[in-house]
């Protein structure tokens, strides 16, 4: 037997996570006030997802998604903050074997693990990632970059903590726990 490095299962939940990404990105942002800068609900989705699936799968959700999302909005992919989305979704990710959303248990525990790995993600990928891409590949200014990245991390650490958790809790629910089936004689 050939050991796959993703199932059919998780290849159809990037395509289908993308396609969300996407919509959400497009639809379903919020202008912040600074320029080229919103308050993304498509996060929430990319984080929700990465713990479903795992590291490899938020990666590309959200690499692919943005990158969609840009040449569609823009015409054009701004390739620092698409990197960043993938970024972020590898490093969600990687969370979720301590989660275990598929058990169905989502208790204060894989709470806060679930938003300490978020909000890790999130600074590493907007407050670092972002500016110096973007001061690197399209020579911004970093005045400018680095107010962005704060405003775009401090946004998605909300939103993520927020309705990514309210949606792994809505997850958490809909699964069985485990153990909690007994064998009827």
């Not at 379903?28 to 990319?46: C, D, K, Q, V, W």
């Not at 590898?90 to 969370?95: D, E, K, N, P, V």
Request: aromatic share 10%; proline share 3%; glycine share 12%.
């Amino acid at each position: 037997m050939q050991n796959k490095v993703l199932s059919t299962k998780t290849i159809v939940a990037i395509g289908i996570g993308t396609a969300v990404f996407l919509i959400l990105g497009r639809f379903a942002s919020i202008p912040s006030g600074i320029p080229n800068t919103n308050i993304e609900t498509s996060y929430a989705f990319l984080g929700l997802m990465s713990i479903i699936f795992g590291p490899i799968a938020g990666a590309l959700i959200g690499f692919i998604g943005h990158a969609l999302k840009d040449m569609i909005m823009w015409g054009s992919i701004w390739w620092s903050w698409v990197v960043v989305s993938g970024v972020v979704g590898l490093c969600i990710g990687l969370a979720w074997r301590k989660i275990n959303i598929q058990s169905g248990d989502f208790g204060k525990k894989q709470i806060i693990t679930f938003n300490v790995a978020q909000v890790l993600a999130q600074a590493f990928g907007w407050f670092l990632v972002a500016p110096v891409l973007d001061i690197l590949i399209y020579a911004e200014p970093a005045n400018k970059v680095f107010v962005q990245g704060l405003v775009a991390g401090a946004s998605n650490m909300v939103t993520v903590g927020v309705i990514g958790t309210l949606l792994l809790a809505a997850y958490a629910k809909k699964r069985n726990k485990t153990g909690s089936l007994d064998i009827e004689a």
